[in-house]
C-alpha cells in the first residue's frame, strides 16, 4: 500500500466508511456498527474521579463546613468506590470495544458478536496497557487543576461572593476548568495515539505491548513531523465532524419535532373535552408519540456520532496502512486500490503457439 500523508488519507478514510455503514444501508444493522464504534470512545482511558475528587474534598475542605463525621465519611468513600469499580468495569467493556471496532474499520466486520469473541483473549493486555500509561498520565496532568481548585475552597471565594470581587472569582473558575480540560485533552490525545498505532500491532499480531509500543516508538523517530500533522489534522477533523453530527442530528429530529408536536397539540386541546376514556387513549398516545420521538432521536444521534467515530478509525488506519504492511494489505489487497475496490481484472490469457489458420470462404461459382 502507498505510503500516505495525513491530508492524502481522508479520501479513502471518507470512501470506506460510506461502504460500511451505507452501501447498503441497513437500518439496524449499519446503526449497530456506528453505535459501537461510538462506545468504544470511554475505553480510551480511565481516571478514578469520584474517589479522587472526595479524597481531595475531605483533606483540603475549607473550615465552613466543620469536622466531618466518621460515618459520613465511610459512607461517601464507599459510595465513591463502587461509583469508580462501575467506571472501570464500563472502561474495559469499551476498550474492547475498541478492538471490535478496529475489525468493523479493517475487515470491514457486519457483525459484532464475531470480533466481541474474537478479541477476548487480547482483551486485558490492551486495557493493562491503558492503564499503565493514561491513568498516571491523568493524575499528573489534572494535578495544577486540583491545587487550584483547593485554594479556591480554602481562600473561601465561592462562599464569601458577596465580599470578594466578582471578576477574581470567575478568573479562579476559568482557571481551573482551563487546567482541567487541558489535562483532560493531553490524555484523550494520548490514548488516542495508542488507539491509532499501537493497537494494530496487538489486534494483528501476537506481540507484546512492549514490543507494540517499541514499533510506536520507531515510527515516530522515523517520521515526527508527519505524526504531529496527522495529530493535529485528526483534531481539526473530529471538531469538524463533531459540527456536521450536530447540525444533520438537529436539522432531522427538527423534522420529527413537528411530526410529535402537531399530534401533542391537538391531542391536548381536545382532551379536556373528552369522557374518562377518552382522555386516557389521548394520554396513553401521547405517551407513545413521546416516546416514539426519544427513540429517534436516540437513533439518530448515535448512527451520525458513531459515522464521524467511524471516520476517525478509517482514517487512522489508512495513515498508518501504507508504513504498516500487514495492515495495509487489508486495507488495499493487491491489484486493488482505495478509489477502486473492485477485483482487478484479470489479465489476457496468451495466445496460442500454433493457431489454426481462419477458415477460407468458398468462392463463389461463376
Known amino acids: 500500500m502507498k505510503r500516505l500523508t495525513p491530508s492524502e488519507a481522508i479520501g479513502p478514510a471518507f470512501n470506506r466508511t460510506r461502504e460500511i455503514l451505507f452501501q447498503p444501508f441497513h437500518f439496524g444493522r449499519s446503526w449497530k456498527l456506528a453505535a459501537s464504534t461510538y462506545v468504544a470512545i470511554m475505553g480510551t482511558a480511565y481516571m478514578p474521579f ?14 465552613l463546613y466543620g469536622p466531618i463525621r466518621l460515618g459520613h465519611a465511610f459512607l461517601g468513600i464507599l459510595g465513591a468506590l463502587v461509583f469508580d469499580v462501575l467506571l472501570f468495569w464500563i472502561f474495559t467493556l469499551a476498550s474492547r470495544m475498541q478492538l471490535v471496532s478496529f475489525d468493523i474499520a479493517v475487515e470491514r466486520a457486519q ?31 489534572w494535578l495544577p487543576a486540583i491545587v487550584i481548585i483547593r485554594w ?17 472569582i470567575v478568573a479562579s473558575l476559568m482557571l481551573g476548568y482551563a487546567c482541567f480540560f487541558a489535562g483532560l485533552s493531553l490524555v484523550v490525545v494520548v490514548g488516542g495515539l495508542l488507539t491509532d498505532f499501537v493497537l494494530p500491532s496487538l489486534a494483528l499480531e501476537e506481540i507484546t505491548p512492549g514490543d507494540a509500543l517499541r514499533r510506536f516508538q520507531a515510527h515516530f523517530q522515523q517520521e515526527p513531523g508527519s505524526i504531529c500533522g496527522y495529530a493535529a489534522l485528526k483534531i481539526v477533523l473530529a471538531i469538524a465532524g463533531f459540527i456536521a453530527h450536530y447540525t444533520v442530528s438537529s436539522i432531522v429530529m427538527l423534522f420529527f419535532y413537528f ?26 398516545g401521547i405517551a407513545v408519540f413521546l416516546l416514539c420521538f426519544f427513540a429517534i432521536a436516540l437513533y439518530v444521534q448515535l448512527l451520525t456520532i ?42 489476457p490469457s496468451p495466445a496460442p503457439e500454433n493457431p489454426e489458420p481462419p477458415a477460407i470462404a468458398d468462392e463463389p461459382a461463376s
Open 111 to 141: 457483525f459484532v458478536a464475531p470480533a466481541w469473541r474474537k478479541y477476548h483473549p487480547l482483551r486485558w493486555r490492551w486495557a493493562k496497557l491503558k492503564l499503565a500509561i493514561t491513568t498516571p498520565l491523568a493524575l499528573i496532568a
Open 152 to 168: 479556591i475552597l480554602r481562600s473561601g471565594f465561592v462562599f464569601n461572593a458577596a465580599q470578594q470581587n466578582p471578576f477574581q
Open 259 to 284: 411530526l410529535v408536536m402537531i399530534p401533542a397539540i391537538i391531542g391536548g386541546i381536545a382532551l379536556p373535552h373528552m369522557a374518562t376514556t377518552g382522555r386516557v387513549l389521548g394520554g396513553a
Open 306 to 347: 458513531g459515522t464521524v467515530t467511524l471516520f476517525l478509525r478509517c482514517y487512522a488506519a489508512y495513515y498508518l496502512g501504507g508504513r504498516y504492511a500487514r495492515l495495509g494489505d487489508l486495507l488495499e489487497p493487491p491489484g486493488q486500490s482505495w478509489w477502486n475496490l473492485q477485483p482487478a481484472p484479470p489479465p
Open 50 to 63: 469520584c474517589t479522587l475528587g472526595l479524597i481531595c474534598f475531605m483533606f483540603w475542605r475549607p473550615n
